[in-house]
T-cell receptor, first 112, second 117 residues
Framework: GQQVMQIPQYQHVQEGEDFTTYCNSS?????IQWYKQRPGGHPVFLIQ?????EVKKQKRLTFQFGEAKKNSSLHITATQTTDVGTYFCAGNSGGGADGLTFGKGTHLIIQP | NAGVMQNPRHLVRRRGQEARLRCSPM?????VYWYRQLPEEGLKFMVY????????ESGMPKERFSAEFPKEGPSILRIQQVVRGDSAAYFC???????????????FGSGTRLTVV
């Protein structure tokens, strides 16, 4: 079945440093979504990418979808303490079931 | 406009008992998904339902687990004869549909933390 892998599993940064998490799928995706989960909380939808090579920005967050639609990345510029949490990518291969396959997430830990 | 409502937030069951987890989707959403999350792990897909229909249950264990989304009332995830390995956070999510979910993503509930003692 479809697998979605994320690296790194954990990332420690100093406040103000940049952060990037990478997502790779074993199959071509019709779209990819990104979610953020705060400690003890639930996943919250951030964005969806659909087009090959697409780049979207939300303030300090930049999301990219690879040309082959099998990988994606999330980059945060100048991290703040409010960015703490786990960032998940989730892929949909468009098989009709519409159930998303989630990666294991990248835990972002920020040291003040 | 209430979001996805899950209850209970915390549930403790002894081994062998039944656990019932409820999920009311966001108003206007007709698609419900159940995911399981173990500590420090990602979200594992279990089942996708629409009203009165199971669309995809490929992630659901064959035994002891069942799910329904009746015409009236919330979606229910039922775990019979629970074992310690069932301890996890169970999240429900809803979306408007296949096409629109592409734009707005899933809306998740706050989850039910199941502890089996």
């Amino acid at each position: 079945g479809q697998q979605v892998m994320q690296i790194p599993q954990y990332q420690h940064v100093q406040e103000g440093e940049d952060f990037t998490t990478y997502c790779n799928s074993s199959t071509t995706l019709s779209n990819i979504q990104w979610y953020k989960q705060r400690p003890g909380g639930h996943p919250v939808f951030l964005i969806q990418l659909v087009k090959s090579g697409e780049v979207k920005k939300q303030k300090r967050l930049t999301f990219q979808f690879g040309e082959a639609k099998k990988n994606s990345s999330l980059h945060i510029t100048a991290t703040q303490t409010t960015d703490v949490g786990t960032y998940f990518c989730a892929g949909n291969s468009g098989g009709g079931a519409d159930g998303l396959t989630f990666g294991k997430g990248t835990h972002l830990i920020i040291q003040p | 406009n209430a979001g996805v409502m899950q209850n209970p937030r915390h549930l403790v069951r002894r081994r062998g008992q039944e656990a019932r987890l409820r999920c009311s989707p966001m108003k206007g959403h007709s698609h419900v998904y159940w995911y399981r999350q173990l500590p420090e792990e990602g979200l594992k897909f279990m089942v996708y339902l629409q009203k009165e229909n199971i669309i995809d249950e490929s992630g659901m264990p064959k035994e002891r687990f069942s799910a329904e989304f009746p015409k009236e009332g919330p979606s229910i995830l039922r775990i019979q004869q629970v074992v310690r390995g069932d301890s996890a956070a169970y999240f429900c999510a809803s979306s408007q549909g296949q096409g629109v979910s592409a734009t707005y993503g899933y809306t998740f509930g706050s989850g039910t933390r199941l502890t089996v003692v």
